[in-house]
């Protein structure tokens, strides 16, 4: 099955400055990359989401960047606010986006966005 | 509906007794998901609905754990002989079709005492 590593854990930045969280995987088959956001005491959010036949997808302030040879993407967001404090999870899946099998998550990386 | 919706926000248990947890996924939604999540841990995969039909249960830790969604639309997670490891927070996806996004819910956050 697909092995899946997030780096950092956490992450501190100040307000304003940029944020790039790593995720790395092992299934070659893997075909599609989203990025969830999960916020205290609620159920994941998909905030991005990239296929393999690109290289970078942008969406205002985020942005996902892609080396399917190295096995691993990365979310990048810009000009950080405290809403963007949260847990954030890739989920790297073959078969589309999401597939016919469940998701297979990362560990997440705590965000924490200081004023 | 808007979303995905969840019931109980939160169920605390005793050991040894059943619980059960409700899904009602977006109207229209074929396939729906279940999965586990852990004091800071993602959320790990249980099982898979498309319409009525469980397609996959290969996550299901033990066979205490038993899904089903009848009419293809609102689904029940139960646990049967709850154990303290069961204590986390279950969450429901669904989406439109198998190669679409899916949309959680916030989860039930389940405490076995």
Known sequence: GENVEQHPSTLSVQEGDSAVIKCTYSDSASN??????????KGSQLIIDIRSNVGEKKDQRIAVTLNKTAKHFSLHITETQPE???????????????GADGLTFGKGTHLIIQP | GAGVSQSPRYKVAKRGQDVALRCDPISGHVSLFWYQQALGQGPEFLTYFQNEAQLDKSGLPSDRFFAERPEGSVSTLKIQRTQQEDSAVYLCASSLYKNQPQHFGDGTRLSIL
């Open chain 1, 32 to 41: 599609y990359f989203p990025w969830y956001k999960q916020e205290l005491g």
């Open chain 1, 84 to 98: 963007d404090s949260a847990v954030y999870f890739c989920a790297p899946a073959r078969g589309g986006r999401g």
